[in-house]
């Protein structure tokens, strides 16, 4: 227990209360929501100019267990995740291609929210696309410049950060020295701006270039920044509860946010900011910079089932780095398997009627320290530990054949509880048959001759949880067994 719990312990006692982690005040803080009992949540999504590898995947299955623990508490939960669909990467990628940014991201984006279910990601409410929201830009941009906190310089729109005294509050940065970045690195624009630290709200492209959207203060594209102060505020009001996003992200883009939004509208921006560790690579953060990534479609190909995956990426509180082996990700291939089988033997065990209390007892501790260690700021790991030692009683009780009705149910129950939340038990295995596997596969056609691309992704990921691999080819869609 940390100090701060044992705190709150000693005020509460046994009241069980949600904690987080916030970044913006270093501390271990009781989630209160602003509104009673609706919360509001963004999380920074994908850039879609390439398929997310396994370290994008870690902060977006944080997300997902974040997502799925607030509605297992009962809050009413609107999750926003935005699309970054126009940055340098995407475009310096499409013209190398000679084809537009839109031509570029379509499948990526596609194969994003399939690699999403398949790690059995729950999709969220809303999820914006960048280049679909720039009007709200614009008239952000236009507020933070009546306002004094922008400027414009050759065509472009730069954030005055002198104008915003509490700038650095969520990264504590040290105004004073002279970093110019998470990485020191000075800005090629930086004799455009009144100052190196200033960042670009508007980027001016000169007539003829593309892509680039008309805006009072001239042609141009938006930065990244703003995108997601824009987006945010749309979808869950001026200020929300929570902020998520992968520790990279916390400056400059989250300081940047704080900047834009709250210099925007002089409120209070996002209650509670969470930001998950890295995935890494021999003591290196995966990158695909670095060429030591890995994409969820290559560790498939591998032949690893992507609930593993998703096993061992949340097997780590997200706030601790976790380092990627496939040592490590064996390991988890084979729990997943015995989890599934504890949860198909015990579906299937005929259990005498009436009741065995002593287990019953072991179940109900095993829900009430589940539900303690995902208070504690998501604690996974002591989360997994209570299933697992429940799983070994419950199998005890099976082998010396004193499971009782009662205590099977319960623990169906208990593990419908957990799983909701981890989602890890995996889901009942039927042969499919290669009649069903044709069908699907025209079906899939069709949605995706209709444009119907969520119907589509729901077929291969159906068909992928069954084993089955499909593969484009020019004579048409093949598939195998995996
Ligand atoms: P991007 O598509 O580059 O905008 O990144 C999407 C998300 O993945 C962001 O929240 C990043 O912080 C996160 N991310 C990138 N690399 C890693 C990594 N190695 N481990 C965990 N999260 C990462
Ligand atoms: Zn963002």
Redesign the pocket.
Known sequence: MTSQSAVLYLLFGEVRMLRFYNSLTDRIEQFIPLNENSVGMYI????VWNF??I??F???VFGDILRRYLKFKGYRLTHVMNL?DVDDRIITESKKRGITIYEMTAPYIEAFWEDMDALGCERPDVAPRATEHINEMVNLIQKLLEKGRAYQSKGSVYYRIAAFPEYGKLSKINLEGNITGASGRVDADKYDKENVRDFALWKHVPEGEEPAWNAPFGRGRPGWHIECSAMSMKYLGESFDIHA?????QFPHHENEIAQSEGATEKPFVKYWLH?????VDGE???KSLGNEFTLRDIMARGFPPIAIRYLLLSVPYRKQLNFTFEGLKGAVSTVERLKIFHSVIRETKAESGSNPELKKKIETALKEFEQAMDDDLNTSVALAAIHNMVREVNIAISNEVLREDEKKLTIEAVEKFDSVLGIFGKEDKQILDEEIKRLIIERQEARKHRDYAKADQIRTYLMEKGIILEDTKEGVRWRRR
Do not use: Q, V, W
Not at 245 to 249: N, S, T, V
Not at 276 to 280: D, I, M
């Open positions: 920074c999504g994908p850039t997310a590898h370290g994008n870690r902060t977006f970054t996003g992968g520790i990279d992200l998950s560790e890295f995935l890494k953060k995966m990158a």
